[in-house]
Nanobody
């Protein structure tokens, strides 16, 4: 099982980034996919999630609503996080998570996002 995030980097306030997470080693389409983030000295928090159903229902943390968009491409085994109007407080390591039931829970290695002028 592998989750590989990419797309992080340094961006100015108000800028945009698109994170990608490529999955392998499991049936991606069956898994509930999420993005989490962890800032220095803080606990890991949920950013956004998308269901495994065809409808792909989504859920966002309140502070990300209207700025971030999660999506998935089951044909490419990839989940995305489009981040717009970035703020310095969005600076964190962003992690991809795959979950199926209570026993199958996988994490990527994380990608650093730094929002600074």
């Amino acid at each position: 099982v592998q989750l590989v995030e990419s797309g992080g980097g340094l961006v100015q306030p108000g800028g945009s980034l698109r994170l990608s997470c490529v999955a392998s080693g499991f049936t991606f389409s069956a898994y509930y996919m999420s993005w989490y983030r962890q800032a220095p000295g803080k606990e890991r928090e949920l950013v956004a999630a998308i269901s495994s159903t065809a409808a792909g229902s989504t859920h966002y943390a309140d502070s990300m609503k209207g700025r971030f968009t999660i999506s998935r491409d089951n044909a490419k085994n990839t989940v995305y996080l489009q981040m717009n109007s970035l703020k310095p407080e969005d600076t964190a390591v962003y992690y991809c998570n795959a979950r199926y039931g209570t026993r199958n829970n996988y994490w990527g290695q994380g990608t650093q996002v730094t929002v600074s002028s």
